[in-house]
Nanobody, 120 residues
Framework: QVQLVESGGGLVQPGASLRLSCTSSGFIFSINTMDWYRQAPGKERELVAGVTSGGITNYADSVKGRFTISRDNGKNTVYLQMNSLEPEDTAVYYC??????????????WGQGTQVTVSS
């Protein structure tokens, strides 16, 4: 059974930095994309950043230049470095992994979420 465990959230002031981590436990035959989503109160869940198995990254326009996603394939871990945080970044952040089994069937895995609050 695959579980994603997130860490690194918290309460910070505007302009501060946080680093989120997400590690998968259990066996995933092949990891494709690793992503971070977020959901603010009253809003839909949105993609923040993603990284493919080949290292290609994409970001939401609202975080470009401030957030950096990276992955450590050997540790099945994905990170989100968040700099220059703004109150608008306040949300629950979710880790997502798309993997494939040996039959090339795709599976989606989600973390439980970690709260990030940016407030003075």
């Amino acid at each position: 059974q695959v579980q994603l465990v997130e860490s690194g959230g918290g309460l910070v002031q505007p302009g501060a930095s946080l680093r989120l981590s997400c590690t998968s436990s259990g066996f995933i035959f092949s990891i494709n994309t690793m992503d971070w989503y977020r959901q603010a109160p009253g809003k839909e869940r949105e993609l923040v950043a993603g990284v493919t198995s080949g290292g290609i990254t994409n970001y939401a326009d609202s975080v470009k230049g401030r957030f950096t996603i990276s992955r450590d394939n050997g540790k099945n871990t994905v990170y989100l470095q968040m700099n220059s945080l703004e109150p608008e970044d306040t949300a629950v952040y979710y880790c997502h992994i798309e993997g494939s089994d040996w039959l090339r069937k795709r599976h989606n895995y989600w973390g439980q979420g970690t709260q990030v609050t940016v407030s003075s």
